[in-house]
């Protein structure tokens, strides 16, 4: 059974940083992807990012891409979402979640958007990010 445990979330002002990170137990990164999620209050839950180490994919929602730096430490089974320059627009609880993938060979997923085409089957409990103004 694929586990998955999110923190490191927080209050931050504007302008700031902060590290989550994605504990998996139960799946290795060579057969799962694993993506970020969010859902601020009143809105549909995002897809903000994923990563495959089969295949080298990485994917990046459009709200966040040149601000958060997704990345994996096999060592540790830990997924790491970076997130910088941080706006009020982005506070959400933030989940991250399991596929199974095991990788579409030197092309990857390309320019698909996985969080919203795979089936996303493990779900980890969320950690919230606040970032005031």
């Known amino acids: 059974e694929v586990q998955l445990q999110a923190s490191g979330g927080g209050l931050v002002q504007a302008g700031g940083s902060l590290r989550l990170s994605c504990a998996v137990s139960?799946?290795?990164?060579?057969?799962?992807?694993i993506g970020w999620f969010r859902q601020a209050p009143g809105r549909e839950r995002e897809g903000v990012s994923a990563?495959?180490?089969?295949?080298?994919?990485?994917f990046y929602a459009d709200s966040v891409r040149g601000r958060f730096t997704i990345s994996s430490d096999n060592a540790k089974n830990t997924v790491y979402l970076q997130m910088n320059s941080l706006k009020p627009e982005d506070t959400a609880l933030y989940y991250c979640?399991?596929?199974?993938?095991?990788?579409?060979?030197?092309?990857?997923?390309?320019?698909?958007?996985?969080?919203?085409?795979?089936?996303?089957?493990?779900w980890g409990s969320g950690t919230q990010v606040t970032v005031s103004s």
């Open positions: 990563i495959s180490d089969a295949d080298g994919s990485r």
């Open positions: 979640a399991a596929a199974t993938y095991r990788g579409l060979g030197s092309t990857g997923w390309g320019s698909i958007d996985p969080t919203s085409l795979f089936e996303w089957s493990a």
């Open positions: 139960g799946a290795t990164f060579d057969r799962y992807a």
